[in-house]
Structures are given as structure tokens and as C-alpha cells.
């Protein structure tokens, strides 16, 4: 059940999900419940505190990747939001998944906020926005297009519009933000 390097163990793909899907059921009991217990194949608590308190009485939780048949389904039964990548139907598609996922747990679709995932680059100029999308491009190929928003304001601004507009499911651009230091 795991991969071993000369620095540490890493536990196969099915495990790490499986650990993650027993993190996930302590969150939620930590965020939620006075003490909680769980005992997992992976992870035990036992009358465990969570002090402080969350101050709005929860914590959402969100939860990364696309993996249609675990962590889509994880998405579904513990998450507040997801947060996917993609092209726009690659993104249709994976948000599907994520309303079948729901409709077989009993849970509202519409429970589950919807975030995209990519980096953007704001530049002072479009000639420096140009100066990084011909390094960006040819290293990033395919996945340049709906992976990345590299632009002066005015061109991030409408590439960020172009993303919410086209996908009307999604609540949020969640992005790794670079910016060139002077």
C-alpha cells in the first residue's frame, strides 16, 4: 500500500483517499460537534476539543481535484465547495459528476459552492503580459488556454469575466496570483 522513496513512504492513490475521506469526517465533527470521536482505519480521535470555537459556527471545507469516481464523491458527501481545473467542458463535465455524486447521497446540488482553479499573472503592460505568455505557452501547450490568466488589468479583468460568464456554475476563480517583483 505504499511507495517508498530514499526520503519518505507515500501511501498509494486508494489509500490516500481513503485518508483523506476519514480527515474529512474529522473536520466536519471538529468544526460541528462539542467533542467528537471517530476511529478510522487511518485516524482516531476521542473526545477530541476544538478551542476555540469557529466563531461563525462552522468552517467550510473545501475540497481539490477531479478525480471522477473518490474525490468528486468525497466532494458530494462532505464539502462545502470543490475546487476544479480544466477547459470549460472539461469543467461542465466534472460539475455533472458532482450533481450525480449529490442526487446518490441525497444531497442538494446546490449545497456544493463550484471554484476554478488556475494562476494568474498580472502585468503592468501587455507587452510584459506577451513577454510571459510566449514563456507560458509552449511549456504549458493545451492546457495553456483554461490554466492560466496572464494579462495587464484590463486583459486579466476580461479573461476573469470570460470564465465566469462562460461557466455560470462556478462561484469563484481561485488563483495562485504571481506577480514580478521589482
Known sequence: D???????????????LDMLEEALQICRAMFTEETPSFAGEHYRIEGAYNLPRPLRGDIPILVGGGGEKRT????????????VHGDPDMIRHKMA???RHCADVGRDPAEVRRTWAGTLFLL?????????EAML???AGDEYDHNFIVGDEAAVVDR???????LQSLAYLVCRLLLEKK
Not at 124 to 132: H, I, K, M, Q, V
Request: proline share 4%; net charge negative.
Open 124 to 132: 503592468d503592460t501587455a507587452e510584459e503580459a506577451a513577454g510571459y
Open 2 to 16: 505504499v511507495c517508498s522513496s530514499d526520503l519518505f513512504d507515500y501511501p498509494r492513490d486508494g489509500v490516500r
Open 72 to 83: 468528486l464523491r468525497l466532494v458530494a458527501q462532505y464539502a462545502d465547495a470543490c475546487n
Open 97 to 99: 459528476v458532482i450533481d
Open 137 to 139: 505557452r509552449p511549456a
Open 160 to 166: 476573469s469575466e470570460e470564465h465566469t460568464s462562460e
